[in-house]
């Protein structure tokens, strides 16, 4: 009977050993495993990624099923029913497509469940996840652009669309979260805060867009992106943009010499306005403007001036003071979509400013200049936007015609010249 016993006992013992050492063993390979534990489905795809915890040797693939409500061929389609992770690749991705037509008035669910893991690896504890396809009465939220800058102040839209892609007006004030996303290298409190504490996007009744306010702190090397990200909420789904990330800039800085590159604008006035350019103001190779002083605040402005822009500008050295931060409407990059683009810029007075833009004509008293920092193809740009003048050599035609009912105090807000300046090294 002993001899029995222990017989019993050792292959017990050997059975747990080799258990042990298996459950050992896939404990050190590699897992596989779901991104997310659910998606949303609208109107459009969504990629569902898998993450390895190592470099595949070699491509390899592992296969999925598809459990629910939603039906494949009917409500969606699948680009792959397998992940195709490449040799020395850890990620790697399937897409689903909705199919318009099957839209209805209920969600649907879907299940992905990941089959078995390729030798070498093992499945992770993410090894399924949740797919919502949305009803015909879902909403997409989405930031209308990827990326964006930081000045004193700066607004970032967020747009509603209905799953057929129109405009979704809300019915009362909505407040769509937002997240400072963990990849952000910017600190809330150190180089940025939300305005007024508002960490939301506010959408006014029977209004498909609203915005979220930041406030610029602090520039600090390297601690300069911050990447906003909206919050889920039920029966809404991510468009193109969930995420939106700003480099934060700051005040424009205007210090330093810059050389005249170009009127920027020239093509919108001759195409768009069907204006005559040939009296148009112009700069030459030798043309700078510099500006110097240790804050935004105020500019020791410095003229170079031999073109036509000295007759604006002047040719006298004087200071010029910061007036404060203002949207203004930049038509000529969207003419296409019949809107003008928002952009921030920096307003400055300037004294003796000749607002008759002309070489014959004077009236001079204080302007206000608009300035703000760009790149464009890699370098470094100060636009210039002079919209407080009163056209006397160029645009007379147009001006007697129909801007001067237009204009405001006689300013030219919405037809200005905008120049751009290279900054001289």
């Not at 004077?362 to 002079?386: D, H, K, Q, W």
Request: charged content about 20%.
């Amino acid at each position: 009977m002993k001899k029995l016993f222990y017989s019993l006992f050792a292959l017990f013992a050997v059975m747990f050993t080799a258990c042990s050492s298996d459950d050992d063993n896939k404990s050190e390979m590699p897992q596989l495993s779901l991104e997310k534990s659910n998606y949303i489905l609208a109107s459009g795809t969504v990629d569902i990624k898998l993450i390895a915890d190592a470099p595949a040797a070699s491509d390899m693939s592992i296969p999925v099923t598809f459990f629910g409500r939603a039906t494949e061929g009917t409500d969606f389609t699948t680009s792959a029913k397998e992940f195709i992770l490449k040799a020395g690749e850890t990620e790697a991705i399937i897409t689903l497509t909705r199919i318009a037509d099957s839209v209805g008035d209920d969600n649907l669910s879907l299940t992905v469940n990941l089959g078995k893991a390729p030798s070498g690896y093992t499945i992770g504890l993410m090894n399924y996840t949740t797919v919502t396809l949305l009803s015909k009465n879902g909403v997409i939220m989405s930031f209308a652009n990827t990326s964006d800058i930081l000045t004193l102040q700066s607004n970032y839209k967020v747009t509603l669309t209905n799953m057929s892609g129109s405009g979704y007006k809300v019915t009362e004030i909505t407040h769509l979260n937002v997240e400072v996303d963990p990849s952000s290298t910017a600190v809330e409190g150190i180089h940025f805060e939300f305005t007024d504490g508002k960490r939301y996007v506010t959408i006014a009744k029977k209004k498909s867009n609203g915005t979220v306010s930041i406030n610029f702190l602090k520039k600090e090397s390297g601690k300069d992106k911050l990447v906003l990200r909206l919050s889920k909420r039920a029966g809404y789904a991510y468009g193109n943009n969930e995420t939106i990330t700003i480099t934060l800039q700051g005040a424009c800085n205007l210090d330093g010499a810059w050389a005249f590159k170009k009127i920027s604008n020239l093509n919108y006035w001759k195409e768009n306005m069907a204006a005559d350019i040939s009296t148009f103001p112009t700069g030459t190779s030798t043309d700078k403007i510099t500006f110097k002083g240790n804050s935004y605040t105020e500019y020791t402005f410095i003229p170079s001036l031999n073109g036509s822009l000295k007759n604006y500008f002047g040719t006298s050295e004087r200071k010029v003071t910061f007036e404060n931060e203002v949207t203004k409407e930049l038509w000529e990059e969207s003419v296409a979509q019949r809107q003008s683009v928002p952009i921030n810029v920096s307003v400055y007075t300037f004294p003796d400013i000749n607002i008759k833009f002309s070489a014959t004509a004077s009236e001079v008293r204080p302007a206000i200049v608009s300035f703000r920092n760009i790149t464009v193809e890699g370098e470094e740009i100060l636009e210039c936007t002079i919209d407080d003048f009163i056209p006397t050599d160029f645009l007379t035609d147009e001006w007697e015609g129909w801007m001067k009912d237009m204009a405001e105090d006689p300013a030219m807000l919405s037809n200005p010249i905008r120049i751009h300046f290279t900054r001289v090294k």
